[in-house]
């Protein structure tokens, strides 16, 4: 049973330039969380997301962030117009979302994003 | 605001001894505490978890101490290995399908 995946593991853009952030759940997995973590920082949490549905976008900033979980595929968190301050690790969770104990979220590798 | 504060940002123990690491919250509301584990390069791996219902949790060499009056937890690591250098995180959420809320780590180096 594979983990959560994340793609790319490493992405370096150029300021201004458009990130995409992959993740794709555990298997049976229909919820995914985004955080990001910044150096010496713990994780931060981002955005929360059902199939086809935004949950909890509290984390998340209101411009140029965006993200979707499409009835098929990958989730997607987006950054548009990318700026240095965004450099950092992007991590993934998913959750078997039938709450109870089964709430234990389950990390991807992350995606480290850089900006030139 | 820092719902989860997390103490000492770094630890060194040697091989052998007792890893203590601190946590503190400060929502009520939380109801469910996991420590995650990251090796450089890595993503946080669940290590133990622990809800208030109960004070104490142990797996194999981790035990989780909880202090629901005092709004504190902590990770005991017994025996520590250098295999246990990481970084080590707590945090807290309100269960359920709820967003997890992380102190700033712990980077233990167990030394030999």
């Known amino acids: 049973n594979a983990g959560v995946m994340q793609n790319p593991r490493h992405l370096v853009r150029r300021r201004g330039q458009e990130a995409r952030l992959r993740c794709s759940p555990m298997?049976?997995?229909?919820?995914v969380y985004w955080y990001r973590q910044l150096p010496e920082e713990g994780l931060k949490f981002m955005v929360y997301l059902q199939k086809e549905n935004i949950i909890d976008e509290s984390g998340m900033p209101k411009e140029r962030f965006s993200a979707e979980f499409p009835k098929e595929g990958p989730s997607i968190l987006r950054i548009q117009q990318v700026v240095r301050g965004d450099s950092a690790a992007y991590f993934c969770a998913s959750s078997p979302g039938s709450g109870g104990v089964s709430d234990t979220q389950y990390f991807g590798p992350g995606t480290r994003l850089t900006v030139l | 605001q820092q719902q989860v504060k997390q103490s000492p940002q770094s630890l060194i123990v040697q091989k052998g001894g007792i890893s203590i690491i601190n946590c503190a919250y400060e929502?009520?509301?939380?109801?469910?505490f996991p420590w995650y584990q990251q090796f450089p390069g890595k993503g946080p791996a669940l290590l133990i978890a622990i809800r208030p219902d109960v004070s104490e949790k142990k797996e194999g060499r981790f035990t989780i101490s909880f202090n629901k009056s005092a709004k504190q937890f902590s990770l005991h690591i017994m025996d520590s290995q250098p295999g246990d250098s990481a970084t080590y995180f707590c945090a807290a959420s309100n269960g359920g399908n709820t967003p997890l809320v992380f102190g700033k780590g712990t980077r233990l180096s167990v030394i030999a």
């Open positions: 298997k049976g997995h229909s919820h």
């Open positions: 929502n009520t509301a939380f109801d469910y």
